[in-house]
Structures are given as C-alpha cells and as structure tokens.
C-alpha cells in the first residue's frame, strides 16, 4: 500500500476496502469524472454554437437568460423537461421511447478509452480505435429505430437515409484510421497519441505528416457526415423531411437527440484531436509547453474542432443526397485505399525493409 495513492484504486484500498470493491467505487468514479463533465459540456457546447452563427449572422445570439446569455441551454433544458410527452397511436411505443436513449447512451460510452492525459483514461484497452469507431457506428440505430417504430413516412425515409449515409462512410473512415494505426503500430488510443511526439520537426501530430494529411482532411469531412452535421445533415433536412427521424418527438426524447447528437460531435472533435493533432500533448515536442496540463491541451484542440464543425454549418450550404452519396463512394472510399496502399508501401521501405 503506497503512502500518497496514485489512482482512486489505491486510495479506495488504503481505505480499507477489499480489491472488488475498491475496483467497483473507482470504475463509478472514473465515470462520473468522464460523463458529468461531458454533459455539462454539451449543455454550454449549444451555446457557444449558437453565439457563432449569431457571429457569423452580425446577430447577438442568446444573451437574456444569466450572464451573456450562458444559461440558455438549461433554460432549455428547463422548458422541455416539463413539456408533455407524447407518443403517436400507431408508433410501436416500446422502441419509440428506446431509440433516444440508444442514441445518447452511445454517445457517452466511447469516452471511456478517450486518453485525457498520459494515464488519465477509464478504459485503456489495446483496441480502443476499434471501440470507438464501433461504438460510434451505433448511433446510426437510434436513428434507424425512431424512423421505423414512428410509424410516419417522412421519419421513415430519414431513417433509410442514415443507414446509407452511414455505411457510405463508415467504410472510407475504417481505411483512413488502417493508415493511423499502420503508422503507429497499435490500435490503443494512449499508443497512439504517444506515437505522435515529435513527429515531425518538434511537431506532435500526424497532422504534419504530408501522407497523414490528406486523412485528417477526409477524416474531419467524413466525421460531419457521421454525426449528421451540415452540410451533410441529409436525415433532418427541414425543406424535405419536416424534422426527419425526429418529426414526431417531443419533450425530453426530443431534447435526449439534441444531446446526442452535440455529445457526438464533441467525441468526432475529440478523436480528430487525439489521431492525428497529438492529442493531449502540446502542438511543439517543446519543455516548456508540457507545463501545461495535457487535459487544458485537449481540450484547447476540441474546441478549435468545434468551431470549425460550426463554422461549415453557418456557411456551407447542405449538399443533394446524389453528392453525399457519390462524395463517400466515389471520391473518399478509393482515395482512402489508395492511401492504405501508399502508407503501408513507404512504411515497408522505410522502416520495415531491409
């Protein structure tokens, strides 16, 4: 037993409590840490999105409720909850109600392997990559489940669209991540964060890697299309399908989908920022800079992501369904292989080759 315990797990024991239960109270802790923070962050995330339209509008955005506005979101949040629920008589009511929860449930799930810090991360498994992108594949059900179980047709067709929209992408996503993990040499997200020091001319990022670039460019594309962001936000599309696969929520369903799919952008941010921007390290391999903690570091970059995710959807306008499916099928799917191919080829001579 270490005098000064460095994890809640050691603390827990030098407590008294037995191994299983010390494992048990640190896991919850470790949770509430990571999912608090993100929820709370979600809340003030709407917020700052809304302030940059506003910006790019010359409007104000929300400035009434608390200082500078900074309690809209839970003014909303407010409002909602106490709204009525209801559910339409010929929707199957039992996957009606789960699709929301689906999809919000999975968007705080894959938070668990996001490295915070050097050691600071819930669940450091060697298959993190793997976890996220699986998890984050998930969402795509909630969708597909509140269309079906609506019992609507404009709902309907939004949810047929998010099964397409999603494996139109998923698949150019998986080549982009081989060429990360190929470079790196492992599938642990910590690994590969670590992989990414120094890594060119003191930078700290694969981002500055001339064959990684172009990833990180389809990467940051293929994760608005993922999550439903404009302009590729084809399931919700107002002029065509009232509110898509939401049209008949309402209360805090429709409040667990707007949470979702803010909880989701943060973790697409995230995962930019930790596979290819150096995640909590510093942007230079320089002594200084890591005074700073890796948390403020990683943070720093998610929101430089989200505001590049805002920006496109203040300006860019939403694409024809045709484009987003010849964009994923016949621009990024054989560009992304064509990398794999290019990647692995160098690697091979350079650091595998005789």
Not at 5 to 15: A, D, G, M
Not at 48 to 65: F, H, S, T
Not at 260 to 280: K, P, R
Request: hydrophobic content about 55%.
């Amino acid at each position: 037993m270490t005098l000064f315990p460095h994890t809640p797990l050691e603390l827990f024991q030098q407590w008294g409590l037995p191994y299983d239960w010390a494992w048990f109270a640190s896991t919850i802790l470790g949770i509430l840490l990571i999912a608090l923070p993100v929820m709370l962050g979600v809340a003030m995330i709407i917020y700052v999105d809304r302030k940059i339209w506003a910006a790019m509008a010359l409007r104000r955005g929300p400035n009434v409720v608390g200082p500078w506005g900074l309690l809209q979101s839970f003014a909303d949040g407010l409002k909602v909850f106490l709204q009525e629920t209801i559910i339409p008589s010929a929707a199957n009511k039992g996957l009606f109600l789960l699709a929301p929860i689906i999809t919000f449930t999975v968007a705080l799930l894959a938070w668990a392997v996001i490295p915070f810090n050097s050691g600071a991360i819930l669940a450091n498994i060697n298959v993190g990559l793997l976890y996220a992108l699986a998890i984050s594949s998930l969402g795509v059900y909630g969708t597909i489940i509140a269309g079906w179980s609506s019992n609507s047709k404009y709902p309907f067709f939004s949810a047929m669209r998010a099964s397409a929209q999603m494996i139109s992408y998923e698949v150019s996503i998986g080549f982009i991540l081989i060429c990360v993990v190929l470079w790196a040499g492992t599938f642990n997200l910590n690994g590969i964060v670590q992989a990414q020091k120094d890594h060119v001319w003191l930078i700290n990022g694969f981002v500055a890697n001339p064959l990684l670039f172009p990833m990180w460019v389809m990467f940051l594309i293929s994760g608005m299309a993922e999550t439903g962001r404009a302009p590729f936000d084809l399931t919700e599309a107002e002029s065509e399908l009232v509110a898509g696969y939401q049209t008949e929520y309402s209360s805090m369903s429709f409040a667990l989908y707007w949470l979702g799919e803010y909880a989701n952008v943060l973790l697409m941010c995230a995962l930019n920022a930790t596979l290819f921007w150096g995640g909590y390290l510093p942007p230079l391999d320089i002594p200084v800079l890591y005074l700073i903690p890796g948390w403020i570091w990683l943070l720093g970059k998610i929101l430089f992501f989200f505001f590049i995710f805002s920006w496109v959807k203040a300006t860019v306008p939403r694409y024809r369904y045709d484009q987003l499916m010849r964009l994923g099928w016949k621009v990024f799917l054989p560009v992304s292989l064509g990398f794999v191919v290019i990647v692995s080829t160098w690697l091979m001579f350079t650091r595998y080759g005789a």
